[in-house]
């Protein structure tokens, strides 16, 4: 029984439509990349997942259909969801920003706490600060760290290289690598599909709404069409 | 030296009810995002419902009691019916809906109670002590204590718990702090009944003092918004400082400064707006959002 | 554009024959009404289509209305020509207001232009010298009272002082109207839309924000003053008391039940707050005189415009813009 299992899943935003019919299944344990050009549906295929938007057709979590799917609710079940963008309370200080992502857990130990320093010590300098003053990569770690506070089944990344330096991506994605070696299944929207396929073990291609590629990553990596698309080469 | 002396008791005095009302004007501009113009009315109401309580014979505490409780629920109401729909929606329509509000519960009030002001006999002695010269009662005591209490809890619940937290975050960022699993829905409902809760106490306080009729919060609104812009519309510890601040400032100002006098405490409020707002708008306690480009 | 013409035509005709049938005191009610329909429409102007949000609007017509009696019981200036007078005054002080309120937010503005309706009254009574304080100017049967409040005599036919009063609103009122119609449809009132909906998008176009949001408040504000001026003229007496908070909100409910932007609507609001005491005392069991249910109605009007207006909006906007031609 695979952890997340996504049928045939639609998705629109008022008139316009972004999902056409989603098929994939991601595996307990997996790294799965989504690449796919802008606009191609990657970023709703997340929303999809975790109830941030409407859709039809179904979506299985440990084999069984969500109903009522809020973000609350998918959040409730170990889905953590960091939206493009970081989506960190700017004007709440790190530490506040770390408490908030154990919201879900009943209580959270400092043992948690220092797991999370331990793997991203840069903002334990800054743990009183105002996440908003953080630079953009300090950001993502912020929002990677608030994610495993929630020590989730599921991560959903959305663009996490976005506007950072080479070093800093470099920098996440270990970071991810590790927590997946930890036991989080793992998946990330990526528009830079050479890093993401050099982590993931699995990944597919969306297309206008559609998955028209998926398989291992090394097999991706070395697809023409995949190297012409989107590895430049 | 003693007339400066009383002026500033009285002030101290007076400052604890803007102060009071300012924290619920703060409480919900900080967990909603919204500046409530009905406050002050709402307020009214609260201390209508306590009195009419104590008219049918209720002792006082079990009276203010059940305004809380009451004041509370009409808050989660209030949001649920009226405020979540447009939840999100223009700045323009947020703040005119708040003035159907006022409007209308002040309509409220007249239409159930009549205009005529009304005795209020509070939980505190309003009786004269005098100390070296200076004048003051014990209600004037226990306003200036109420609100102190009022801010040190909020500022706890705020800082401390984990319902605090949630009420932050669902303000500073509701799209997020529904991933994260908070219940904005509830959170902003909390928000709203606590401070409603909280404008229960203030009219409670202010009644005794200023006599209950409809229009009794009309001019402490605006009080209470100077001390809110004074001490930063986010700020718990600043609506009540500012205050007191005000309170006095309004009251050595209108003794000593001779063309101000008395008649011009309600323009003199809305210049320390007008300065606060031109100046400095975060307010004495406020932090700017600092954003990184 | 050419059935709006001949709706105005008809509008016009309809101002023109409605005293015949009515009493004296339905015409001067609503002469009463041409005046709040004068200040909604700058109110339209400035929050509909400029953004920017005034709750104080009262203010503007204390001033209108101040200038002009200062005018007439001190100056010996006749009442019509006051007007435009206190129509550059109320401008003026439009846009004096109208520069620093450029660093105002929406709401940091809504706060400010609140307390200034709530100040407004006790500053109006501290200046007594020069306000006549608490008392008031009364200008009943003064000299530079046109018709010394007994009635004119135009083209060969005698008015009553009501008849001209209402008259002299609607004249008025129907030419600030075709004023505004012109005004919104011009670049000016394109550029206006273009600041309030995105600033930037306005800045990038080459649009002088600045210069468009503070000319808004002048010309809102002259609106109001000529407002003021009239209903000082009407009533001929004005005291501070005659502009308190509630009458800066009533503008507002007026504003919003005609769209905030549709100055077609603008009737429909000034209607409201003329007679919405009269519609109240329709309902059963209500005693409408006490004023606490009045209040409440308005206020709950309000309320349910607002919660229905977002789904209606789409429909008002487009009414409201459908006169003008789009932005190029």
């Known amino acids: 029984m695979s952890l997340l299992e996504l049928r045939d899943v639609e998705a629109r935003y008022g008139e316009l439509r972004a999902l056409h019919g989603v098929t994939l299944t991601v595996e307990e344990g997996d790294f799965v990349a989504i690449l796919g050009a802008n606009g191609a549906g990657k970023t709703t295929t997340l929303r999809a997942i975790s109830g941030t938007v409407k859709t039809s057709g179904d979506i299985l979590f440990d084999g069984q259909k969500v109903f009522r799917r809020t973000p609350e609710a998918m959040a409730r079940r170990g889905v953590a969801h960091v939206p493009e963008g970081r989506g ?146 | 030296m003693t007339n400066v002396l009383q002026q500033i008791v009285s002030g101290l005095a007076s400052g604890g009810i803007y102060g009071s009302l300012a924290l619920a004007i703060v409480l919900i501009h900080r967990s909603t995002g919204v ?55 223009s700045l323009v329509g947020i703040v005119i809906l708040t003035i159907g509000l006022l409007i209308a519960v002040n309509g409220l009030d007249s239409w159930i109670w009549g205009g005529a002001a009304k005795q209020f006999h509070g939980p505190f002695s309003t009786s004269p002590i005098s100390v070296g010269g200076v004048a003051f009662s014990k209600q004037d005591i226990g306003v200036v204590a109420v609100s102190i209490v009022a801010v040190v809890l909020i500022g706890l619940l705020f800082a401390k718990t984990k319902l605090g937290l949630g009420l932050r975050a669902a303000a500073v960022n509701p799209v997020e702090a529904r991933l ?66 005000i309170g006095v400032l309004l009251n050595l100002v209108g003794t000593y400064v001779h063309w101000i006098g008395g008649e011009l405490r309600l323009a003199t409020a809305l210049a320390v707006i007008l300065g606060v707002l031109l100046v400095r708008p975060v307010g004495l306690f406020g932090r700017a959002a600092v954003r990184r480009v | 554009m050419r059935d709006r013409a001949a709706l105005v035509g008809a509008g016009v005709v309809v101002l023109a024959l409605l005293p015949i049938p009515l009493s004296d005191f339905r015409t001067v009610q609503l002469a009463t009404v041409g005046a709040y329909f004068i200040a909604i429409l700058g109110l339209d102007v400035l929050t509909g289509h400029s953004g920017q949000i005034s709750l104080g609007h009262g203010a503007f017509m204390a001033v209108g209305a101040y200038t002009t009696a200062i005018l007439m019981s001190s100056h010996g200036v006749r009442d019509l020509a006051t007007i435009p007078i206190a129509a550059g005054v109320a401008g003026g002080v439009g846009l004096l207001v109208g520069v620093p309120a450029l660093r105002l937010s929406g709401l940091h503005l809504a706060l400010a232009t609140f307390g200034i309706a709530i100040a407004v009254p006790t500053v109006l009574k501290k200046f007594d010298h020069f306000t006549g304080g608490s008392a008031g100017i009364t200008l009943f049967g003064k000299s530079t009272q046109t018709g010394h409040g007994a009635g004119v005599k135009i083209l060969g036919e005698q008015l009553t002082n009501d008849e001209w009063l209402y008259a002299l609103t609607w004249t008025i009122g129907v030419v600030l109207f075709l004023l505004t119609w012109w005004l919104l449809a011009s670049r000016f009132g394109r550029s206006l839309r273009a600041v309030r909906d995105s600033e930037v998008a306005a800045a990038a176009s080459g649009i002088n924000r600045s210069a468009h949001k503070v000319a808004a408040f002048g010309v809102s504000a002259a609106y109001a003053g000529v407002a003021g001026s009239l209903l000082a003229i009407n009533v001929a007496y004005v005291s501070p008391d ?57 206020g709950l009007v309000l309320v349910v415009l607002m919660l229905v207006l977002p789904a209606v909006s789409k429909v008002g906007s487009r009414v409201a813009n459908r006169g003008y031609s789009r932005a190029p």
Request: aromatic content about 10%; overall charge negative.
């Open chain 3, 242 to 298: 005659t502009f308190p908070i509630q009458l800066s909100l009533s503008l507002l409910v007026g504003a919003v039940v005609g769209f905030f932007g549709s100055i077609w609507g603008a009737i429909l609001g000034a209607l409201l707050i003329q007679f919405l005491a009269d519609i109240v005392g329709l309902i059963p069991h209500v005693d409408a005189r006490q004023g606490g249910p009045t209040t409440f109605f308005f």
């Open chain 2, 35 to 89: 500046v409530n113009f009905a406050q002050g009315e709402l307020a009214t109401l609260s201390a209508f419902i306590c009195w009419s309580l104590m008219d049918h014979g209720w002792a006082f505490w079990p009276a203010f009691g059940a305004t809380l409780a009451l004041s509370f629920l009409g808050g989660v109401v209030l949001q649920q019916t009226v405020i979540r729909p447009i939840h999100g929606g």
């Open chain 2, 180 to 245: 994260a699993g908070v219940r904005v829905g509830a959170m902003l409902a909390l928000g709203w009944g606590l401070a409603s809760a909280l404008g229960a106490v203030a009219g409670v306080l202010a009644a005794p003092s200023l006599f209950l009729e409809p229009n009794m919060m009309q001019t402490v609104l605006l009080y209470a918004f100077a001390a809110a812009v004074l001490g930063g519309m986010d700020s718990p510890v600043g609506a009540v400082v500012g205050g007191l601040l």
């Open chain 1, 88 to 233: 960190t309370f700017a004007t709440l200080s790190v530490l506040d920003n770390l408490r908030l992502g154990a919201w879900v857990q009943r209580g959270f130990s400092t043992r948690d706490l220092a797991n999370v320093f331990e793997f991203f010590p840069r903002l334990y300098d800054h743990r009183d600060q105002q996440a908003g003053t953080l630079s953009g990569g300090e950001q993502q770690m912020l929002a990677l760290a608030r994610a495993m506070m929630a020590k989730p089944r599921l991560l959903l990344l959305d663009e996490p290289s976005l506007g950072l330096a080479p070093l800093v991506v470099r920098e996440i994605f270990s970071s991810l690598t590790q927590m997946n070696e930890g036991g989080t299944t793992v998946m990330v929207v990526e528009q830079n599909a050479m890093i993401a396929l050099s982590a993931a073990r699995h990944a597919y291609v969306l297309e206008t709404g559609r998955v028209v590629l998926g398989g291992e990553a090394a097999d991706l990596q070395r697809a023409e069409s995949v190297r012409r698309s989107y590895l430049g080469y």
